[in-house]
């Protein structure tokens, strides 16, 4: 459920996470609602979701693969238009983003289409 949140959020609002990436380019402070929502929300949501699947993990790892998805999560946001042109994807429509979710998740938890560990 975080990671859905956080990928319909980055959806919906496009445009902040490019202002966000915009200001980290020109070295310019980033102030913004969406820093502060991933500090306060996102980020504990994301690593939430990632320690029910893998409890295991120690929250330096958590953190990794919180950043990991955050990062999966942007991209093809931020290159929307391209992805659509380039690979026929539309990740901001509720059907291909469900299943591009679902692939990243299967993948950062390490388990396969059926739910099996993969080596």
């Not at 402070?29 to 990632?50: H, K, M």
């Not at 693969?65 to 999560?73: I, K, M, Y």
């Amino acid at each position: 459920p975080g990671c859905r949140a956080v990928f319909e959020i980055l959806c919906n609002f496009p445009e902040v996470t490019r202002h966000m990436v915009n200001q980290s380019f020109r070295g310019t402070p980033v102030v913004d609602e969406y820093r502060d929502f991933l500090r306060r929300e996102g980020i504990p949501l994301v690593t939430a979701a990632l320690a029910e699947v893998r409890p295991e993990y120690d929250q330096a790892r958590l953190r990794a693969r919180a950043l990991q998805l955050l990062s999966a999560l942007s991209f093809p946001v931020l290159m929307r238009s391209h992805l659509q042109e380039t690979l026929g994807v539309d990740v901001c429509l509720p059907a291909e983003r469900a299943l591009y979710l679902q692939v990243l998740v299967e993948s950062l938890a390490g388990e396969g289409p059926s739910g099996s560990e993969r080596e």
